[in-house]
């Protein structure tokens, strides 16, 4: 393997070239860099070294498998730009699995994370609509960060469907004040046909713990449903309304 020296010449005339490169990239498909330079500047190190090293700007977050570069041709390692990020990663998540190129959308909500955290944490005023898309759309939600969706959502901010994936006799002791849908997980085959129609919509799950959302969220996930988030601290931590029956 070749060792590679970041404080040779030849490691920062590469480095400049894949900076050039990735501008090009940004400008051909209308994408925007990261606004954490840290993840640019790993990634901009990583297809460096691979250029170096195979002669292909392989994606740096992926093991380079095979020995020859007939070998690597066959293992369809990713190369920068991949066709995963392009056709799949950027238009559904807002950035390639490395992180580099983003979207402006997904820019524009990161943007608001700061904000719309400490608000939902410390509850010091309501979310603005920006910080309640942001947070709507995290795949993990905490409890405070759901009550303040919650109250967002009694406003028209955002629109989500809250559902509890409890068995009917937990739904029925107590549940989430404005959930929409009981669908038990023992029951969740069944149930799921009925929320075909749902697929594009902004989904979140939420159990007694965390556990059982999470399994549900990640088959509902493989079945195509694309938006779904999951109270990951569970009812149980939930400090907002809950009511019975």
């Not at 959502?153 to 559902?163: K, N, P, Q």
Request: glycine residues 6%.
């Amino acid at each position: 393997m070749i060792q590679i020296d970041i404080d040779s010449p030849e490691f920062k005339a590469e480095l400049e070239k894949t900076k050039k490169f990735t501008d090009k990239v940004i400008a051909q498909f209308n994408f925007v860099y990261n606004p954490q330079e840290e993840i640019n500047e790993g990634v901009w190190m990583g297809l460096a070294r691979n250029k170096m090293i195979y002669g292909k700007r392989y994606c740096p977050c992926f093991m380079v498998l095979g020995e020859t570069e007939e070998e690597r041709k066959k293992e369809d390692n990713r190369i920068c730009p991949c066709k995963p990020a392009l056709e799949k990663e950027i238009p559904n998540d807002g950035k390639c699995h490395c992180g580099i190129f983003c979207t402006p959308e997904y820019v524009k909500l990161y943007e608001s994370k700061d904000s719309a955290e400490e608000v939902a944490h410390n509850h010091s005023r309501g979310l603005s609509k920006e910080e309640a898309q942001f947070l709507v759309q995290k795949p993990q939600l905490d409890c405070d960060e759901l009550e303040s969706l919650l109250e967002a959502r009694e406003l028209g901010m955002v629109e989500f469907i809250l559902v509890d994936c409890r068995e009917e006799m937990e739904y029925k002791m107590a549940h989430i004040k404005g959930t929409n849908l009981l669908m038990p997980t023992s029951q969740f085959y069944a149930k799921i046909n009925e929320m075909i129609d749902m697929q594009s919509k902004q989904i979140i799950i939420y159990c007694h713990t965390g556990s059982r959302s999470y399994q549900v969220q990640q088959a509902m996930l493989s079945l195509g449903f694309k938006k779904v988030g999951n109270l990951a601290p569970g009812i149980i931590s939930y400090n907002g309304t809950i009511e019975k029956g």
